[in-house]
């Protein structure tokens, strides 16, 4: 057997990182609370009606009930990124799950529009804590090359949750009543909770200060440009709406400006948008949230209003892309890990787009159900080879003081892409149904919820505008495949300096501040003489505590001779 050598050395600079032996647990553990914030996003589609009839409310103020859970979410997004990197991720990602459980059952209770818009407000920001830690501890416990299956499952659960929220609501809202979409929340918080508790490490955390200007600056820009966003096609995009959306911005450029002068602390590092790949990634899942967010509309309103679906079954139309994408993640996760991510993103927007074509073809008045699944199919297939190998793209050649930012950015730019994707589809519908029915009285779908009855000689030209709009997130998605050409995978140079070996594995098993290594030495730890290692006896009489510099450059010593 080699022998080892056993050091306890403090971390050095936060670069040497505990994990635990098994971080697939920790990974699972986060998943519950991951899954639970994304469904909600999209679960109350289906309860709108419902709530505005037993609380009472105009279109206006039930829409808020889903604008305002969003815009909580978008806005804290980037600055809990970094506090995830201050504060630690398990930290920051307990009290966002926390926060939006509790959320979670004050909405239940709520007894007006105002008071549920107010709590649904609480729960983003909850969401918002708590998304960015997940991307982070995955990019931190895993090593590169064991990180894309992890992705896969991130990718698959960013996935499939976005779609399983409409089905979930109509389940939920048909069956209990539209509070239980919040009430079910509460014991699946409390178990994700408890998993968190125990099976989630402790992460090193960086001492940072807190960039209060920047803070500002990107709440204030991201709040306007959002809220213009979501604003826009109920105000008929007023002036005073594009106004607001200039301002958001111009604000978002002084961020971006503040950034780049204050080199000290800045909120996002902008070096990591030196890495291509990192800024690419970007690109693609700012693509792929616009395209997912946008198809959903228009399918609903087909199914509902030509099709004569429930909308619970109109949500079934979207489990064929649900399950591919599930099933088929695990599978892509190991591909990521040794392919090249152009040709695998690659096909996955472009499998992507043809399957929107496809749909966008079949929704005519005449087509029957069944063929409404194939092209839901490949989308699914398409998706699986999209969220993952994004991700894990995105993250690759992040170092782990930037995860928490990388993360942030990477989740923030998500969410912008599906709120784009909510107003530009919105607004292009409204154009092609006044294009198609010209002064009919549907002259503008109003958001989700109930669908209006057309009569039978309107389905004709309502089911063009559905189908030219479908178009839409069709193209958009062709801008994922562009992206894609770019990538440079395992080919890039590091972008940032490489760090000592900051994926080994440590036993933390007691309380101090030590962190303990096994590190082998390589075939037989002895040189030819049979003498033991110089390297080795040095480690051995080392006071590593009091010197972690020289731990540094002994190690790296160390590193060098193990490879020769």
Request: hydrophobic share 50%; charged share 10%.
């Given at each position: 057997m080699s022998p080892a050598l056993n050091a306890r050395t403090p971390s050095p600079q936060g670069w040497v990182l505990a994990r635990p032996d098994n971080p697939w647990n920790a990974l699972w553990a986060m998943m519950v609370g991951f899954f639970m914030i994304l469904v909600d996003a999209t679960i109350v589609a289906v309860a709108n009606p419902t709530i505005m009839e037993q609380l009472g409310a105009?279109?206006?103020?039930?829409?808020?009930?889903?604008?305002?859970?969003?815009?909580?979410?978008?806005?804290?997004?980037?600055?809990?990124g970094r506090l995830g990197d201050m504060y630690g991720p398990k930290n920051l990602y307990l009290a966002g799950l926390a926060v939006f459980t509790a959320a979670s059952l004050w909405?239940?209770?709520?007894?007006?529009?105002?008071?549920?818009?107010?709590?649904?407000?609480?729960?983003?920001?909850g969401a918002a804590l708590l998304t960015p830690q997940t991307l982070s501890t995955i990019t931190r416990i895993f090593p590169p090359e064991r990180r894309g299956v992890a992705m896969s499952v991130w990718g698959a659960t960013a996935g499939v949750a976005t779609?399983?929220?409409?089905?979930?609501?109509g389940v939920l809202v048909g069956s209990l009543g539209w509070q239980w979409i919040f009430f079910v929340n509460v014991p699946i918080g409390i178990v994700g909770l408890a998993l968190a508790v125990w099976l989630v490490p402790v992460l090193p955390t960086q001492p940072h200060r807190f960039d209060v200007l920047g803070v500002v600056l990107s709440g204030v820009g991201m709040f306007l440009i959002v809220f213009a966003l979501q604003?826009?096609?109920?105000?008929?995009?007023?002036?005073?709406v594009w106004a607001t959306g200039a301002?958001?911005?111009?604000?978002?450029?002084?961020?971006?400006?503040?950034?780049?002068?204050?080199?000290?602390?800045?909120?996002?590092?902008l070096q990591i948008f030196k890495d291509r790949d990192f800024s690419l990634a970007n690109v693609g899942v700012a693509t792929i949230g616009f395209a997912v967010t946008a198809m959903i509309l228009p399918l609903m309103f087909y199914a509902q209003t030509v099709c004569g679906l429930s909308p619970i079954r109109s949500a079934l139309l979207t489990a064929p892309t649900a399950i591919a994408s599930g099933v088929l993640a695990p599978v892509v996760g190991r591909i990521v890990d040794r392919a090249h991510p152009t040709p695998v993103i690659g096909f996955g927007f472009s499998a992507m787009a043809v399957?929107?074509?496809?749909?966008?073809?079949?929704?005519t008045p005449t087509t029957p159900i069944w063929r409404l699944l194939l092209p839901q199919l490949v989308m699914g297939i398409g998706m699986a080879f999209i969220w993952s190998p994004l991700a894990a793209t995105a993250t690759r050649n992040l170092p782990p003081d930037l995860a928490g930012a990388g993360s942030g950015v990477y989740n923030a730019t998500r969410q912008v892409g599906s709120?784009?994707?909510?107003?530009?589809?919105?607004?292009?519908?409204?154009?092609?149904?006044?294009?198609?029915?010209?002064?009919?009285?549907?002259?503008?779908?109003?958001?989700?919820?109930a669908v209006a009855e057309l009569p039978e000689f309107l389905h004709a030209p309502f089911s063009a505008a559905m189908s030219q709009s479908m178009l839409l997130p069709a193209f958009i998605a062709l801008f994922g495949v562009v992206a894609a050409l770019f990538l440079l995978g395992f080919d890039a140079e590091p972008t940032f300096a490489p760090n000592p070996e900051p994926y080994l594995d440590p036993r933390d098993d007691d309380d101090d501040d030590y962190v303990e290594f096994v590190v082998s030495h390589g075939h037989d730890g002895y040189d030819g003489d049979g003498e033991a290692d110089a390297v080795t006896d040095a480690f051995r009489a080392l006071p590593l505590a009091e010197d972690p510099e020289k731990w540094e450059n002994l190690y790296a010593e160390f590193m060098a001779e193990r490879d020769e």
């Amino acid at each position: 057997m080699s022998p080892a050598l056993n050091a306890r050395t403090p971390s050095p600079q936060g670069w040497v990182l505990a994990r635990p032996d098994n971080p697939w647990n920790a990974l699972w553990a986060m998943m519950v609370g991951f899954f639970m914030i994304l469904v909600d996003a999209t679960i109350v589609a289906v309860a709108n009606p419902t709530i505005m009839e037993q609380l009472g409310a105009d279109y206006d103020g039930v829409i808020w009930v889903t604008s305002a859970y969003l815009l909580a979410y978008a806005v804290p997004l980037l600055v809990a990124g970094r506090l995830g990197d201050m504060y630690g991720p398990k930290n920051l990602y307990l009290a966002g799950l926390a926060v939006f459980t509790a959320a979670s059952l004050w909405c239940g209770l709520a007894g007006s529009i105002g008071m549920l818009i107010a709590a649904r407000v609480v729960q983003g920001v909850g969401a918002a804590l708590l998304t960015p830690q997940t991307l982070s501890t995955i990019t931190r416990i895993f090593p590169p090359e064991r990180r894309g299956v992890a992705m896969s499952v991130w990718g698959a659960t960013a996935g499939v949750a976005t779609l399983v929220g409409p089905l979930a609501g109509g389940v939920l809202v048909g069956s209990l009543g539209w509070q239980w979409i919040f009430f079910v929340n509460v014991p699946i918080g409390i178990v994700g909770l408890a998993l968190a508790v125990w099976l989630v490490p402790v992460l090193p955390t960086q001492p940072h200060r807190f960039d209060v200007l920047g803070v500002v600056l990107s709440g204030v820009g991201m709040f306007l440009i959002v809220f213009a966003l979501q604003e826009g096609q109920s105000r008929h995009w007023a002036p005073w709406v594009w106004a607001t959306g200039a301002v958001g911005i111009a604000v978002m450029v002084a961020f971006v400006c503040w950034q780049a002068v204050n080199t000290e602390e800045p909120l996002i590092p902008l070096q990591i948008f030196k890495d291509r790949d990192f800024s690419l990634a970007n690109v693609g899942v700012a693509t792929i949230g616009f395209a997912v967010t946008a198809m959903i509309l228009p399918l609903m309103f087909y199914a509902q209003t030509v099709c004569g679906l429930s909308p619970i079954r109109s949500a079934l139309l979207t489990a064929p892309t649900a399950i591919a994408s599930g099933v088929l993640a695990p599978v892509v996760g190991r591909i990521v890990d040794r392919a090249h991510p152009t040709p695998v993103i690659g096909f996955g927007f472009s499998a992507m787009a043809v399957g929107l074509t496809w749909l966008a073809i079949e929704m005519t008045p005449t087509t029957p159900i069944w063929r409404l699944l194939l092209p839901q199919l490949v989308m699914g297939i398409g998706m699986a080879f999209i969220w993952s190998p994004l991700a894990a793209t995105a993250t690759r050649n992040l170092p782990p003081d930037l995860a928490g930012a990388g993360s942030g950015v990477y989740n923030a730019t998500r969410q912008v892409g599906s709120v784009l994707g909510s107003a530009g589809i919105a607004a292009y519908m409204t154009s092609r149904i006044g294009a198609e029915m010209p002064g009919a009285a549907m002259a503008a779908p109003r958001g989700e919820g109930a669908v209006a009855e057309l009569p039978e000689f309107l389905h004709a030209p309502f089911s063009a505008a559905m189908s030219q709009s479908m178009l839409l997130p069709a193209f958009i998605a062709l801008f994922g495949v562009v992206a894609a050409l770019f990538l440079l995978g395992f080919d890039a140079e590091p972008t940032f300096a490489p760090n000592p070996e900051p994926y080994l594995d440590p036993r933390d098993d007691d309380d101090d501040d030590y962190v303990e290594f096994v590190v082998s030495h390589g075939h037989d730890g002895y040189d030819g003489d049979g003498e033991a290692d110089a390297v080795t006896d040095a480690f051995r009489a080392l006071p590593l505590a009091e010197d972690p510099e020289k731990w540094e450059n002994l190690y790296a010593e160390f590193m060098a001779e193990r490879d020769e």
